[in-house]
Nanobody, 123 residues
């Protein structure tokens, strides 16, 4: 599993971005995938996760209703649609894959990590 996260950028508060997490391997469809973020001086925190089939999802309370996680296993890609962005969403966003296949919120259950992509929300 080799994950690549991309799609970050600079956006005004209230705007939208869509992050993508792509895998070059052939077993992506069996992994649960999560998005995490890390702001300067803070711990890495869970944002959203999706099960291997896409039937299960989990969100951080502060992003529920604004962010949507989805996946297209045919394209080996997981997406994070972020709407209604706030300045507190500014962080480096990472995607990770879990062999549990589930939408888990604890980073300890993730086995593979991609490089981060920076999201900056200006107020």
């Amino acid at each position: 599993v080799q994950l690549q996260a991309f799609g970050g950028g600079l956006v005004q508060a209230g705007g939208s971005l869509r992050l993508s997490c792509a895998d070059s391997g052939h077993t992506f469809g069996s992994y649960g995938v999560g998005w995490f973020r890390q702001a300067p001086g803070k711990e890495r925190e869970f944002v959203a996760a999706i099960s291997h089939t896409g039937s299960g999802t989990r969100y951080l309370d502060s992003v529920r209703g604004r962010f949507t996680i989805s996946r297209d296993n045919a394209k080996n890609t997981v997406y994070l649609q972020m709407d209604g962005l706030k300045s507190e969403d500014t962080a480096v966003y990472f995607c990770a894959a879990s062999r549990t296949g589930q939408a888990v919120g604890d980073k300890l259950f993730y086995d593979y990590w991609g490089q981060g992509t920076l999201v900056t929300v200006s107020s």
